[in-house]
């Protein structure tokens, strides 16, 4: 039998063991996965541990994604971001990738919708540097809105380095009508709007030719999401990323095509 994990602290309410464990049963493959939740300046060491223990992959999150840097090779846009969520002990030293990127690119995907033209990202945290590298990568001109501005325009010039094709900006929140006006994607990486009704954009900036996604899941329809829809844009919710970053790990470890529809209907039979 094959053990896959999450490593974090705390891990308690996560979604990803029945995600994970409905693409097992339904490729009838022989693994579980389990969460692991060791001491804050732990990471590194843990990943250490799994590996002499045989575990076959781990995904990382807070606060362990930057940490675990040390006890991997990361690919390239991990290593460009900074931050792994996803570990193959298949190979030696393990790899470390970051699916957050791959996964909100297939979560667009999924909605028909073509990463061109202008991306407005809101916020500059973990979540938003993965998302700031995606959609630059895709090669679109990436305008970051945060409130600390500054650490926006810090993550633009890392994004303009090295992207592989698109470029980046920082600006203030309050510039966030101006960027949107001819936007064509909007992604909100901030948590407002996690169990409050509150959106960090203001209304009358949302407009029909959007596409908008938002990270935060809970709860799955945003205050963000329900006016953009009333706008008529395409609206894409936080449980697509959440499933797809899930779906690239678990591809990457089994070599499979993950069956996307079972962990998506195991994913929000839990969300409900
Ligand atoms: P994550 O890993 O989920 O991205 P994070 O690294 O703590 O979490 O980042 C949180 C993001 O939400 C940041 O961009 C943060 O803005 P700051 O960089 O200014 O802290 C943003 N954020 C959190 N609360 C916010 C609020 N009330 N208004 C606007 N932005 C907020």
Excluded: C
Aim: proline share 5%; no cysteine.
């Amino acid at each position: 039998m094959d053990v896959y994990g999450l490593l974090g602290n705390p891990v308690g309410h996560s979604l990803s063991p029945p995600m994970h464990e409905a693409g097992y049963e339904k490729l009838d493959i022989d693994a579980r996965y389990v969460t692991f939740e060791p001491p804050v300046e732990k990471g590194a060491e843990a990943v250490e541990s799994a590996a002499m223990l045989g575990v076959s992959g781990l995904n990382v999150t807070i606060p362990f994604k930057q940490d675990v840097l040390d006890a991997v090779e990361p690919d390239d846009i991990a290593a460009r971001i900074g931050a792994v969520n996803t570990i193959d002990f298949s190979t030696d030293p393990p790899t470390g990738y970051n699916t957050d990127a791959a996964g909100l690119v297939r979560a667009f995907e999924h909605h028909g919708v073509s990463l061109e033209g202008q991306a407005v990202l809101v916020g500059a945290g973990g979540a938003g540097r993965a998302a700031a590298f995606a959609l630059a990568d895709e090669g679109m001109t990436v305008g970051i809105a945060n409130r600390t501005v500054e650490k926006g325009v810090d993550l633009a010039a890392d994004v303009t380095e090295s992207a592989v094709d698109g470029t980046a900006s920082g600006h203030a929140l309050d510039t966030l009508s101006e960027l949107l006006a001819d936007a064509d994607v909007l992604v909100n990486a901030t948590s407002v709007g996690m169990e409050e009704d509150r959106s960090p954009v203001p209304e009358d900036a949302l407009h029909g030719d959007l596409a908008v996604l938002d990270a935060v899941y809970s709860p799955i329809e945003t205050r963000l999401l329900r006016e953009a829809a009333a706008a008529g844009a395409t609206t894409v919710d936080g449980a697509w990323m959440l499933l797809y970053q899930g779906v690239e790990a678990f591809e990457r470890w089994t070599g499979e095509d993950a069956p996307v529809d079972a962990m998506n209907e195991a994913l929000r039979a839990h969300l409900e």
